[in-house]
């Protein structure tokens, strides 16, 4: 209700006022007129009217009637918005200030006589005056606004609060406020300047994407029609089109930037080793590109992601931690660490404000190196090659270890010399030549650091840890080389005459580069079908018939196996190594046949007439088992001495005069070497093999001359 005096008794009374005009003598005709309130306006001709209540505004209000001149009384009549009465008000301001926050309504009022409305009644249902009374055409609303920013906080009663930008996950912070006013109320967020960064149409707010930074929220109660736009300033912002007032506090959020970045050692490794239980301290230094200024530490975990350790600094010494793995994290946060040893690193809070883990870690192995034992596959600690052979002699590793170190294998001479660092398991000896190595097993860290031509027993091996196996492999490289073959005389193509009754004998040598294997020769025909394996460096070939045939050489370790009609390209020659020679030494067995002859018709018998000055031409065939071999003739006198050599089959005898004279057939290889006048049967009539025939034609040469 309004706390205004009450005017009833300051109103004009009529009669009051016509009794002293009558002692005055003057007139009262007057008041013979009807009352007319008119409207009623504020000074400023407004019909409504709002008032901030405490914000130290003005909270009166002057009102101007719009009425005829008369004369009767006139009283401001305060209503609340039903009609009911709250003050009756002679002059023309109102101080609305402490009736509190409400709307009424403020109508003229023309009386006359004694005013008889009260406050409580109904101003439209109750007799006004013992006079005329009007009241005014309309009234004036005056609204009466209480705006109290009052104070925030977020939901949990907190006015500071930490976010986690570029996190990744959502910031949403829910605010609060506490306020007696019942008008409308929205969130502000600004800088530290008071700026508006943002309005956000509820309550709540994701900072998420904002950056690092600091930012307050206030609050603000207002009437109308909200109108703050990003940019301007609070101190100098009108809110709305009605009231408004801030809150007496302010949330403030600082948005805290973390980066857990990537880790490494300083030598910029994620996977070191250690060699676990030495002695020797195992002290590895970390680092880490995290770009956010915030407090940064490192967290060991073990290969499940369970805190063994928070180091302060970023040294940590893993002598003594025994064998196994453990990670490295790196953490970028700000606040207090809360995670303790024992904790999942990737299921627990690690610090009361941001965190972010890093996006990797660094592993470390904590290793007992153990060289164990090494064999073959098989099993086997000895093993046995064939250098030079020409083939692939690979052999597979194997080793037993309780260690869960890398593993590789050293080839060493006898002294230790190292000869090989095979890459895996297997090692190609072929090529390597004659001797004797031996293989270790090597259990190390890091990295191989052993250099070819270092001696194994002498140097660090690795750059880590390393220990050589307990034995190794024994393989003896056994060379052989067939070399090459040729004839004592150097030839590496010979033939012979097989057939004739003579020995044919030829001695071979060979070369090779391994003297310490054995050596033979082997006998093959032309598809390497097995003739002969002789026992030493020379061969008969007489009886073999003809034919050709190839000498390999054969260099051998243990005993040949090889057999007569086994194919020597085909099967094993001994029970160790073996190696045929590059080539071959050709044996061409020729056989001679000088057969038997007749005049092409037969005949072992011909006669001609010499002298007739006919031609004598007589044409000869031949038989003979020599087919290989080349076949002529031969014409000698009745002792053997040669007459001719005729090209071909035929001769003519005319001109050669009177006499007897023989035709042989000659088998032969290489080329004919017999002259005329030589004896055909006391020559040799070839360079190469040669038979004459078992017989010849008789050819009697009759001389005839009819003289003068």
């Given at each position: 209700?309004?706390?205004?005096?009450?005017?009833?008794?300051?109103?004009?009374?009529?009669?009051?006022?016509?009794?002293?005009?009558?002692?005055?003598?003057?007139?009262?005709?007057?008041?013979?007129?009807?009352?007319?309130?008119?409207?009623?306006?504020?000074?400023?001709?407004?019909?409504?009217?709002?008032?901030?209540?405490?914000?130290?505004?003005?909270?009166?209000?002057?009102?101007?009637?719009?009425?005829?001149?008369?004369?009767?009384?006139?009283?401001?009549?305060?209503?609340?918005?039903?009609?009911?009465?709250?003050?009756?008000?002679?002059?023309?301001?109102?101080?609305?200030?402490?009736?509190?926050?409400?709307?009424?309504?403020?109508?003229?009022?023309?009386?006359?006589?004694?005013?008889?409305?009260?406050?409580?009644?109904?101003?439209?249902?109750?007799?006004?005056?013992?006079?005329?009374?009007?009241?005014?055409?309309?009234?004036?609303?005056?609204?009466?606004?209480?705006?109290e920013g009052g104070t925030v906080s977020t939901i949990g009663g907190d006015t500071e609060v930490v976010t986690c930008p570029g996190d990744g996950v959502a910031d949403v912070i829910q605010f609060a406020h506490e306020t007696p006013?019942?008008?409308?109320?929205?969130?502000?967020?600004?800088?530290?300047?008071?700026?508006?960064?943002?309005?956000?149409?509820?309550?709540?707010?994701?900072?998420?994407?904002?950056?690092?930074?600091?930012?307050?929220?206030?609050?603000?109660?207002?009437?109308?029609?909200?109108?703050?736009?990003?940019?301007?300033?609070?101190?100098?912002?009108?809110?709305?089109?009605g009231c408004f007032d801030l809150s007496d506090n302010f949330v403030t959020v600082t948005r805290k930037e973390i980066d857990g970045g990537k880790v490494s050692t300083t030598d910029g490794e994620t996977e070191v080793y250690t060699?676990?239980?030495?002695?020797?301290?195992?002290?590895?230094?970390?680092?880490?590109?995290?770009?956010?200024?915030?407090?940064?530490?490192?967290?060991?975990?073990?290969?499940?992601?369970?805190?063994?350790?928070?180091?302060?600094?970023?040294?940590?010494?893993?002598?003594?931690?025994?064998?196994?793995?453990?990670?490295?994290?790196?953490?970028?946060?700000?606040?207090?660490?809360?995670?303790?040893?024992?904790?999942?690193?990737?299921?627990?809070?690690?610090?009361?404000?941001?965190?972010?883990?890093?996006?990797?870690?660094?592993?470390?192995?904590?290793?007992?190196?153990?060289?164990?034992?090494?064999?073959?596959?098989?099993?086997?600690?000895?093993?046995?090659?064939?250098?030079?052979?020409?083939?692939?002699?690979?052999?597979?590793?194997?080793?037993?270890?309780?260690?869960?170190?890398?593993?590789?294998?050293?080839?060493?001479?006898?002294?230790?010399?190292?000869?090989?660092?095979?890459?895996?398991?297997?090692?190609?000896?072929?090529?390597?030549?004659?001797?004797?190595?031996?293989?270790?097993?090597?259990?190390?860290?890091?990295?191989?650091?052993?250099?070819?031509?270092?001696?194994?027993?002498?140097?660090?091996?690795?750059?880590?840890?390393?220990?050589?196996?307990?034995?190794?492999v024994t393989v003896t490289r056994t060379g052989v080389d067939g070399g090459t073959v040729a004839t004592v005389d150097g030839e590496s193509e010979v033939a012979v005459c097989a057939g004739d009754g003579e020995d044919d004998v030829?001695?071979?040598?060979?070369?090779?580069?391994?003297?310490?294997?054995?050596?033979?020769?082997?006998?093959?025909?032309?598809?390497?079908?097995?003739?002969?394996?002789?026992?030493?460096?020379?061969?008969?070939?007489?009886?073999?018939?003809?034919?050709?045939?190839?000498?390999?050489?054969?260099?051998?370790?243990?005993?040949?196996?090889?057999?007569?009609?086994?194919?020597?390209?085909?099967?094993?020659?001994?029970?160790?190594?073996?190696?045929?020679?590059?080539?071959?030494?050709?044996?061409?067995?020729?056989?001679?046949?000088?057969?038997?002859?007749?005049?092409?018709?037969?005949?072992?018998?011909?006669?001609?007439?010499?002298?007739?000055?006919?031609?004598?031409?007589?044409?000869?065939?031949?038989?003979?088992?020599?087919?290989?071999?080349?076949?002529?003739?031969?014409?000698?006198?009745?002792?053997?001495?040669?007459?001719?050599?005729?090209?071909?089959?035929?001769?003519?005898?005319?001109?050669?005069?009177?006499?007897?004279?023989?035709?042989?057939?000659?088998?032969?290889?290489?080329?004919?070497?017999?002259?005329?006048?030589?004896?055909?049967?006391?020559?040799?009539?070839?360079?190469?093999?040669?038979?004459?025939?078992?017989?010849?034609?008789?050819?009697?040469?009759?001389?005839?001359?009819?003289?003068?």
């Amino acid at each position: 209700m309004l706390k205004q005096k009450l005017l009833r008794s300051t109103c004009w009374n009529p009669g009051y006022l016509a009794a002293i005009l009558l002692l005055l003598g003057l007139p009262t005709t007057t008041f013979a007129q009807d009352c007319d309130a008119g409207k009623i306006f504020t000074t400023d001709h407004e019909e409504y009217v709002e008032i901030c209540l405490g914000q130290g505004d003005e909270t009166e209000v002057e009102f101007a009637p719009d009425r005829p001149e008369m004369e009767f009384l006139y009283c401001l009549a305060v209503t609340d918005t039903a009609g009911t009465i709250l003050s009756l008000v002679l002059t023309n301001t109102v101080d609305f200030g402490p009736a509190g926050p409400g709307v009424c309504l403020v109508y003229g009022v023309n009386f006359s006589g004694q005013l008889t409305a009260n406050v409580g009644e109904n101003l439209f249902d109750t007799e006004i005056s013992t006079g005329c009374a009007d009241i005014s055409e309309n009234s004036v609303s005056v609204r009466r606004t209480l705006s109290e920013g009052g104070t925030v906080s977020t939901i949990g009663g907190d006015t500071e609060v930490v976010t986690c930008p570029g996190d990744g996950v959502a910031d949403v912070i829910q605010f609060a406020h506490e306020t007696p006013s019942m008008e409308s109320f929205r969130y502000i967020v600004t800088d530290e300047e008071g700026t508006i960064l943002g309005l956000p149409p509820g309550n709540e707010v994701n900072f998420e994407g904002a950056g690092p930074g600091t930012c307050r929220v206030y609050g603000v109660s207002f009437s109308g029609e909200f109108n703050a736009e990003l940019g301007q300033n609070i101190a100098n912002t009108r809110f709305c089109t009605g009231c408004f007032d801030l809150s007496d506090n302010f949330v403030t959020v600082t948005r805290k930037e973390i980066d857990g970045g990537k880790v490494s050692t300083t030598d910029g490794e994620t996977e070191v080793y250690t060699c676990a239980g030495d002695g020797e301290a195992d002290e590895i230094m970390f680092m880490h590109d995290s770009p956010a200024d915030a407090s940064f530490r490192y967290i060991i975990t073990d290969d499940n992601g369970i805190i063994i350790g928070i180091p302060e600094g970023s040294t940590q010494d893993f002598e003594g931690a025994g064998e196994g793995i453990c990670l490295v994290w790196g953490v970028s946060f700000t606040g207090n660490l809360t995670a303790n040893p024992g904790d999942n690193v990737k299921r627990v809070a690690i610090s009361d404000e941001c965190f972010e883990l890093s996006s990797n870690f660094i592993t470390v192995n904590r290793t007992e190196v153990d060289g164990g034992t090494v064999s073959t596959v098989d099993g086997a600690l000895e093993a046995t090659t064939c250098a030079g052979d020409g083939e692939d002699d690979i052999i597979m590793f194997t080793h037993e270890t309780s260690s869960g170190a890398n593993f590789a294998y050293v080839v060493t001479d006898t002294a230790g010399t190292i000869l090989g660092l095979p890459p895996g398991n297997e090692v190609n000896f072929e090529g390597a030549g004659a001797g004797v190595c031996l293989v270790w097993g090597l259990s190390y860290t890091g990295e191989v650091t052993a250099e070819l031509g270092q001696n194994a027993l002498e140097i660090e091996l690795a750059d880590g840890c390393f220990d050589l196996s307990e034995g190794f492999v024994t393989v003896t490289r056994t060379g052989v080389d067939g070399g090459t073959v040729a004839t004592v005389d150097g030839e590496s193509e010979v033939a012979v005459c097989a057939g004739d009754g003579e020995d044919d004998v030829i001695m071979f040598m060979h070369e090779t580069s391994e003297g310490g294997a054995n050596f033979a020769y082997v006998v093959t025909d032309e598809e390497g079908i097995i003739l002969g394996l002789p026992p030493g460096n020379e061969v008969n070939f007489e009886g073999a018939g003809a034919g050709v045939c190839l000498v390999w050489g054969l260099s051998y370790t243990g005993e040949i196996t090889a057999e007569l009609g086994q194919n020597a390209l085909e099967v094993a020659l001994a029970d160790g190594c073996f190696d045929l020679s590059e080539g071959f030494v050709t044996v061409d067995r020729t056989g001679v046949d000088g057969g038997t002859i007749t005049t092409a018709d037969g005949a072992t018998d011909a006669t001609t007439c010499a002298g007739d000055g006919e031609d004598d031409i007589i044409m000869f065939a031949h038989e003979t088992t020599a087919e290989g071999a080349n076949f002529a003739y031969v014409v000698t006198d009745t002792a053997g001495t040669i007459l001719g050599l005729p090209p071909g089959n035929e001769v003519n005898f005319e001109g050669a005069g009177a006499g007897i004279c023989l035709v042989w057939g000659l088998s032969y290889t290489g080329e004919v070497t017999a002259e005329l006048g030589q004896n055909a049967l006391e020559i040799a009539l070839a360079d190469g093999c040669f038979d004459l025939s078992e017989g010849f034609v008789t050819v009697t040469r009759t001389g005839v001359d009819g003289g003068t």
